[in-house]
């Protein structure tokens, strides 16, 4: 028991949020570097070499040099195991960054210095606010030219209504940045450039050192003086308790890229973060350090390895030890089962594994029977964690296949696609499979879903635009759906389980639709199940 403690307290589980490019992927490859799990990092979409970023790995990410789903990665650093989620950052993708936000512990919400906040962030920011986890600010792109660092503090309070508390302070931005001050030990760090692909070697002084004039050059040197007498006056104090809360955000500033300030932040991130929360469930709250073992399904994911038809399902471990000849039981399905080929991710690259603790994300062999937030747990304690909400879709699109005789592929490929999560599948009334509406949350997933569909089925497809914006669920009707009194531009629709549903052009029309059909009740598609 004493083990199973040790083991859980060492874990860190997190997932890195931004904008897209503000640097998000290359700190992941930071980490990585320095947790010495990769000896070389590939500047994602870099002109000068053709590696690309090792938690990129679908063929359409490398190609365009973005994340669009999210990777697992695990490595060791000073004593901790820490699990990396990390998380699409283009727009299009905030359906799976949103799971994935479910099993995270804490968030590194990383902000371009030379653009603050922006739009994507904003969201994302949303959702671990939420759920109350402690938010860690990293302000990336400092070997750029970058915009005061007052004003990037205060933006982020004002934008995000969060208090902040610089941990370090940068001296200088772009070709002039030298490194960063670290406020609780009172050190300057100046870093060595290295060309950012291996480690960074780093210099402590103290303030007080006669030569840190030379070092960081006259203007530097008294331009950092102010802003610490600055800052000790006004910044808030560090509250371990609040920002454990999600109340206070610890800020960092650095350059992933270079390696500047990198290791510092990994350093202090892992000191202030903590270990594996308790999750709620219908029996209450579910320990971490309980020795019953319990996961849930956050992900799951088709087609990983081109050479294997094969099909993933991400599980984060929320409670006791995980062994891999151990019998489980699969709450939804009812059915007690030893999960298949256990593996921990590393992008693509994948490692069978014997055990794993509360905190671990395991990848499990699926042969069709997982579906996005199913609980897996001992036998002998039976429960299910709450569900996990989806977003509307807000884009829909008419698909059919090219090659009539391709129906078994096309229905194959969207229902696979649509367990997954990245698609949402409607039909309408009394119409078979040959043709589906998609609905997706940001159209990049079109695009997404139209190259799995050629490149892992085989299937070319005829689409067709639509002009819904908004779906609604039938919650209650006073007739039949299919006899309610709808304006020529609403379409009635069900889902793969024969939910109906109504898809509208505008918010009149629903407004026309509840008006003209009295004991009607429609609520918007955000339940805990996905199919």
């Not at 090219?402 to 696609?417: C, E, Y």
């Not at 709808?486 to 052009?505: A, R, Y």
Request: hydrophobic share 40%; net charge negative.
């Amino acid at each position: 028991m004493a083990d199973l403690v040790e083991e859980i307290k060492r874990r860190r589980t997190f997932a890195i949020i931004s904008h897209p490019d503000a640097g998000k992927t290359t700190l992941t490859e930071k980490f990585l570097l320095y947790g010495g799990a990769i000896a070389q990092a590939g500047a994602v979409n870099g002109k000068k070499n053709s590696r690309h970023a090792v938690s990129d790995w679908m063929e359409i990410e490398k190609q365009r040099g973005i994340s669009v789903t999210s990777s697992v990665m695990q490595f060791q650093y000073g004593g901790a195991c820490i699990n990396i989620l990390d998380t699409p950052g283009h727009q299009d993708f905030s359906e799976d960054t949103y799971r994935t936000l479910m099993a995270a512990d804490s968030a590194v919400m990383v902000i371009d210095a030379s653009k603050g906040v922006e739009n994507q962030t904003r969201k994302l920011f949303k959702v671990c606010a939420m759920r109350n986890i402690p938010i860690f600010t990293f302000i990336n792109k400092l070997d750029r030219e970058a915009r005061n660092p007052f004003d990037l503090i205060e933006e982020i309070e004002q934008e995000l209504g969060m208090p902040t508390c610089p941990i370090n302070w940068p001296i200088g931005s772009g070709k002039d940045f030298k490194g960063v001050y670290d406020r609780r030990s009172r050190h300057v760090i100046y870093f060595d450039p290295t060309g950012g692909s291996h480690k960074v070697s780093a210099t402590e002084a103290d303030l007080t050192d006669p030569a840190l004039a030379d070092i960081l050059g006259e203007v530097n040197y008294e331009t950092l003086k102010d802003d610490i007498e600055l800052l000790d006056g006004a910044s808030d104090e560090l509250d371990l308790k609040a920002v454990h809360g999600g109340k206070l955000s610890p800020v960092f500033f650095g350059s992933a890229l270079t390696n500047f300030g990198v290791e510092p932040f990994l350093e202090e991130f892992l000191k202030m973060t903590p270990p594996p929360l308790p999750r709620m469930s219908n029996d209450g709250v579910i320990d971490p350090f309980s020795p019953d073992f319990s996961a849930f399904v956050f992900k799951i994911q088709a087609n990983m390895n081109k050479a294997h038809r094969d099909r993933i399902t991400f599980m984060r471990v929320c409670s006791g030890k995980f062994d891999k000849d151990m019998e489980v039981l699969h709450v939804q399905g009812n059915k007690k089962m030893r999960l298949s080929q256990p593996q921990q991710i590393m992008a693509q690259e994948r490692e069978i594994i014997d055990e794993a603790y509360a905190g671990d994300i395991i990848g499990v062999f699926d042969p069709g029977i997982f579906s996005i937030g199913d609980t897996v747990c001992s036998p002998k304690h039976k429960f299910t964690f709450e569900g996990i909400p989806t977003f509307a879709p807000e884009h829909f699109m008419r698909y059919r296949s090219k090659d009539t005789m391709k129906r078994k592929q096309f229905v194959k490929g969207i229902t696979q696609i649509a367990q997954e999560g990245a698609i949402q599948i409607f039909r309408e009334p009394l119409m078979g499979m040959e043709e589906v509406i998609v609905g997706v949350v940001g159209v990049l997933q079109f695009d997404v879903f139209e190259y799995r569909m050629k490149n892992e089925y085989g299937v070319e497809m005829l689409k067709e635009g639509l002009g819904y914006s908004f779906i609604r669920w039938i919650d209650s009707a006073p007739c039949e759906p299919k006899d309610l009194k709808l304006s020529s531009d609403t379409k009635l629709v069900t889902d793969l389980k024969e939910n109906p549903l109504l898809l509208f052009t505008s918010e009149w029309n629903i407004r026309w639709a509840l008006e003209r059909n009295e004991g009607l009740e429609l609520s918007e598609f955000n339940r805990g199940d996905l199919q």
